[in-house]
C-alpha cells in the first residue's frame, strides 16, 4: 500500500483566482493521477502526472486550466486556474506501482464562491 | 466501450442482511476489477479486487462473483453491518495501453439499517 497525503484538505476561494494542491506519497511510486469527484458523482480522471515530462489529459481536461507538475517519484502538484463556482468540487490524487492497484488520498475539498 | 455501468444508485439494508452490488462493463480487454469503498470526507479505499481467470473472491464479509462470458461483475457483502454504511465504486482497468487507467462506474450509497 502507499500513505499519502494532500494539501489543502480543503479551502474556500473566490472566482477567478487559482489554487494549488498538492499531492505527496511515503515511498516511490510508478503513476500518479489526479480525479475530480463532484458532489455525489462517481471519479473523473483529469490526467495522468508523468515524472519529468508533461501530463497526459483525459478528453475535456486541458493543461491550461489543470496544470500539472510531477518532479519526482513521490510528489505532484495540481492547479485549478481561473476557478469558477462550477470548479467546485473534490480533487483526489491517487498512486500506483506497476502491477498494483491504485490507493487514493483523502482529497482536497474545493469550493469557488 | 470504456463504460462500467453500475445497479443499482441505492440500497438499504437490514442489519445481517446480504448487500449485492452489480457491475458491467464492455471493454473486453479489461483484466483488473477492482472495488472500492468510500465514507463521507474520505477518500475511496479499496475493499476488494479480482482478474478474469477466477470466477470468485472472498475476503471476510466480502465476496467478488465474476462472469467473464456475460461481461459482469457483483460485489458481495455478506452480515452486513451499520460501518458497512458508504458508497462503493466498482472499476475495470487493463487493456493493450498499460496505462492503468481506471474506468469507474457511478457508484452505489448503501446504507445498513441497524
Known amino acids: 500500500s502507499a500513505v499519502i497525503s494532500q494539501k489543502p484538505s480543503r479551502d474556500i476561494c473566490q472566482r477567478g483566482t487559482s489554487l494549488t494542491i498538492q499531492c505527496q506519497v511515503d515511498?516511490?511510486?510508478?503513476?500518479m493521477f489526479w480525479y475530480r469527484q463532484q458532489p455525489g458523482q462517481s471519479l473523473t480522471l483529469i490526467a495522468t502526472?508523468?515524472?519529468?515530462?508533461?501530463?497526459?489529459?483525459e478528453s475535456g481536461f486541458v493543461i491550461d486550466k489543470f496544470p500539472i507538475s510531477r518532479p519526482n517519484l513521490t510528489f505532484s502538484t495540481l492547479t485549478v486556474s481561473n476557478m469558477s463556482p462550477e470548479d467546485s468540487s473534490i480533487y483526489l490524487c491517487?498512486?500506483?506501482?506497476?502491477?498494483?492497484?491504485?490507493?487514493f488520498g483523502p482529497g482536497t475539498r474545493l469550493t469557488v464562491l | 466501450q470504456q463504460q462500467v455501468k453500475q445497479s443499482p444508485q441505492s440500497l438499504i439494508v437490514q442489519k445481517g442482511g446480504i448487500s449485492i452490488i452489480n457491475c458491467a462493463y464492455e471493454?473486453?480487454?479489461?483484466?483488473?476489477f477492482p472495488w472500492y469503498q468510500q465514507f463521507p470526507g474520505k477518500g475511496p479505499a479499496l475493499l476488494i479486487a479480482?482478474?478474469?481467470?477466477?470466477s470468485e473472491k472472498k475476503e471476510g464479509r466480502f465476496t467478488i462473483s465474476f462472469n467473464k462470458s456475460a461481461k459482469q461483475f457483483s460485489l458481495h457483502i455478506m452480515d452486513s453491518q451499520p460501518g458497512d454504511s458508504a458508497t462503493y465504486f466498482c472499476?475495470?482497468?487493463?487493456?493493450?495501453?498499460?496505462?492503468?487507467?481506471?474506468?469507474f462506474g457511478t457508484g452505489t450509497r448503501l446504507k445498513v439499517l441497524a
Open positions: 479480482i482478474r478474469p481467470d477466477v
Open positions: 515511498s516511490q511510486v510508478t503513476m
Open positions: 502526472a508523468n515524472q519529468g515530462s508533461e501530463a497526459t489529459y
Open positions: 472499476a475495470g482497468s487493463g487493456g493493450v495501453s498499460g496505462t492503468y487507467k481506471y474506468i
Open positions: 471493454n473486453t480487454a479489461f483484466d483488473y
Open positions: 491517487s498512486v500506483a506501482r506497476v502491477g498494483d492497484t491504485q490507493y
